[in-house]
């Protein structure tokens, strides 16, 4: 596509409940990335995919967060078990590997999850 | 791991006048790259300018330039004849195999 889709674009949920958001890199983008973003704060690093590497998940918060990617297409990043702290935008975004340096990353325009 | 500080939560400013933001990094490394990206209330986040470490010239892109200070590791951002659609966050981020972001600048312009 010609941008960065991610959905939903809003998305509230009880306590408990598990999640699943869903982010379409650009076509032919090999490297995909997950961000939080708390109100007012910065974006917070979660996990990156490149191409058929093994993902870097460094920043996922806790063992309540997981990201999957098929092949150089679509992620979701799942959170179960939701907890109000969780309430944040999540920021997708993705390159190529070759251009990232020079064009930084295309983001989406994130899903705002509320956790009530 | 790489750090990137913006000191600065909140700024403003005066349309058609000049701000300046800061941003401070911890980094070892010798090459990397160099972002400032603005995110309007759409949060849509939008590449300002960019900076190559192994580059001494300072990066200029119309009324935005930043001032590269690699041994003090710092790296702010001018941005020149302030307009209202200036307004909006502003992150610095630090860049070698992914993006690490600041906590970012609340930037208002004033009519």
């Known amino acids: 596509g010609a941008g960065v889709s991610q959905s939903p674009s809003n998305k509230v949920t009880e306590k408990g409940k598990d999640v699943e958001l869903r982010c379409d890199p650009i076509?032919?983008?090999?490297?995909l990335y997950w961000y939080r973003q708390r109100l007012g704060q910065g974006l917070e690093f979660l996990i990156y995919?490149?191409?058929?590497?093994?993902?870097?998940k460094s920043g996922l918060p806790s063992d309540r967060f997981s990201a999957e990617r098929t092949g150089e297409s679509v992620s979701t990043l799942t959170i179960q078990r939701t907890q109000q702290e969780d309430s944040a935008v999540y920021l997708c975004?993705?390159?190529?590997?070759?251009?990232?340096?020079?064009?930084?990353?295309?983001f989406g325009s994130g899903t705002r999850l509320t956790v009530v | 791991a790489q750090t990137v500080t913006q000191s600065q939560p909140e700024m403003s400013v005066q349309e058609a006048e000049t701000v300046t933001l800061s941003c401070t990094y911890d980094?070892?490394?010798?090459?990397?790259?160099l972002f400032w990206y603005k995110q309007p209330p759409s949060r849509q986040m939008i590449l300002v300018i960019r900076?190559?470490?192994?580059?001494?010239q300072n990066a200029t892109e119309n009324r935005f330039s930043v001032n590269f200070q690699k041994a003090a590791k710092s790296f702010s951002l001018k941005i020149s004849d302030s307009q209202l659609g200036d307004t909006a966050m502003y992150f610095c981020?630090?860049?070698?195999?992914?993006?690490?972001f600041g906590a970012g600048t609340r930037l208002t312009v004033k009519p």
């Open positions: 975004a993705s390159s190529s590997s070759r251009d990232a340096k020079i064009y930084g990353y295309t």
């Open positions: 076509s032919g983008h090999t490297a």
């Open positions: 995919f490149q191409g058929n590497s093994a993902p870097d």
């Open positions: 980094t070892s490394e010798n090459n990397y790259y």
């Open positions: 900076q190559e470490a192994y580059k001494q």
């Open positions: 981020a630090f860049m070698k195999h992914d993006m690490r």
